[in-house]
Each structure stands twice: as C-alpha cells, then as structure tokens.
C-alpha cells in the first residue's frame, strides 16, 4: 500500500532563512509526487509534481523540490521564505490502483514565518 | 472560469439530521473526488468518480453517499448525520491524466451537534 511520511508537523523559520519540509513516501513502482500548499480557510493548491525526468522540479512561489529514489524521498525546499509562505503544506504520492488513480496525503507540515 | 465550487461554506447539523454537500466544477474533468481533512490526519477519500454514471468507495465511504449524474456535479449525501463527521469536506477534479493535479473546492465547514 502507499503511505507518505511528513515527519515534521509543525516547523518555525525565520523571514529570509532557507527552508525544507520532508516528506518519505512508499509506492511499489515509480510514484507521481505532488506538493500541496493550503491557507488558512483554502482550498489546496498544487506548488509542484514529479513523474519522470528532471529529480530537481521547479515550481510556483520559488519552491522546488528533488526526487531521491534511493531515499523514498521528495523533500520541498525554498532558499529564502517570505512571511506570505505560512501555510501548510502536504506532500501527496499517486499512482494506478485498481484501474483509477489513487493520491495518498501526507499529514501535513505548518510552517509558521517570525519576522 | 470558476473552477470547482463547493456550496455552502459552514453548516452546523444536529444528530440524526442529513444534508447534501453541493461540488460543481467547470472544466469538464472525468475524475471526481470527495474529501474529508480532520485536523493531524492529512486528507482522506471519501468517494470518487471516474465520468457520469460511475462512483466508488474511497477509504471512509460510511455514513456517506455520492451520486454522478452530470459531469459538471458531484454531490455528497449524509444521511444520519453524527458527530464523528464534523470535518472540513473538499471536493476536487482532474481529466483522465494520472500525472495531472486534481483542482480543489475552498471546502465545506461541517459541525456536527
């Protein structure tokens, strides 16, 4: 079964500083990864997927995010955080299940912003 | 372009009564989704559809039912409502491409008395 993993459910980092929330996740074959960022009272919004190529995508807002297969990893980074990137963030796998696609969710990462 | 809809925003029920979660959406996607997202526990499937005329059980179908008979609507039912589904309920789309994001409703706001 897939499972994704944020280990980190809540993370503080200063206005400017560098940033990466984790996310492990565990599928049979090659996974579709997908990171997610919600605001307060929002719907999801897709930042960024993976599903062949480039390890390294690039997505919205100036986050990127690097494909390690060796580490069932997909770990979100963005190298200076504004005080409007407070929100929460979930990593998501995805693949055929059953003839349909199946997206698990991961718990989900607060990211809180201090001046 | 309005995307996916979700009506209405906040709804408190009591026990016992139903409701129907209204989801439109207006890209004419196949593949239809409902969630529910409690707090600490990430987003859980509900009931999806993959066109007009077909749904299937997600990971926590009880309590719920869904019907599709458009491509545009997609709506929840609860029928005995109880307190166990107070929730924030997310409907989401996508085509019939697996490596495409699904799109997602602002959400419903539901408490259950």
């Known amino acids: 079964a897939q499972s994704v993993t944020q280990p980190d459910i809540h993370i503080t980092v200063s206005e400017g500083a560098s940033l990466e929330l984790r996310c492990n996740y565990s599928?049979?074959?090659?996974?579709?990864l997908f990171w997610y960022v919600q605001s307060p009272g929002q719907g999801l919004q897709l930042l960024l997927k993976?599903?062949?190529?480039?390890?390294l995508v690039q997505g919205i807002k100036g986050f990127e995010a690097e494909f390690k297969r060796s580490q069932s990893s997909f770990n979100l980074r963005k190298p200076s955080v504004h005080w409007s990137d407070a929100a929460e963030y979930f990593c998501?796998?995805?693949?055929?299940?059953?003839?349909?696609?199946?997206?698990?969710f991961g718990i989900g990462t607060k990211l809180q912003v201090i001046p | 372009n309005a995307g996916v809809t979700q009506t209405p925003k906040f709804r408190i029920l009591k026990i016992g009564q139903s409701m129907t979660l209204q989801c439109t959406q207006d890209?004419?996607?196949?593949?239809m989704y409902w969630y529910r997202q409690d707090p600490g526990m990430g987003l859980k499937l509900i009931y999806y559809?993959?066109?007009?005329?077909?749904?299937d059980k997600g990971e926590v179908p009880n309590g719920y039912n869904v019907s599709r008979s458009t491509t545009e609507d997609f709506p929840l039912r609860l029928e005995l409502a109880a307190p166990s589904q107070t929730s924030v309920y997310f409907c989401?789309?996508?085509?019939?491409?697996?490596?495409?994001?699904?799109?997602f409703g602002p959400g419903t706001r539901l408490l259950v008395l």
């Open positions: 989401a789309s996508r085509t019939g491409d697996s490596r495409e994001t699904q799109y």
């Open positions: 993976y599903f062949s190529g480039d390890t």
């Open positions: 890209m004419n996607h196949n593949y």
């Open positions: 599928y049979g074959a090659t996974p579709y």
């Open positions: 998501a796998v995805g693949g055929h299940s059953g003839g349909y696609q199946k997206v698990t």
């Open positions: 559809s993959v066109g007009a005329g077909i749904t």
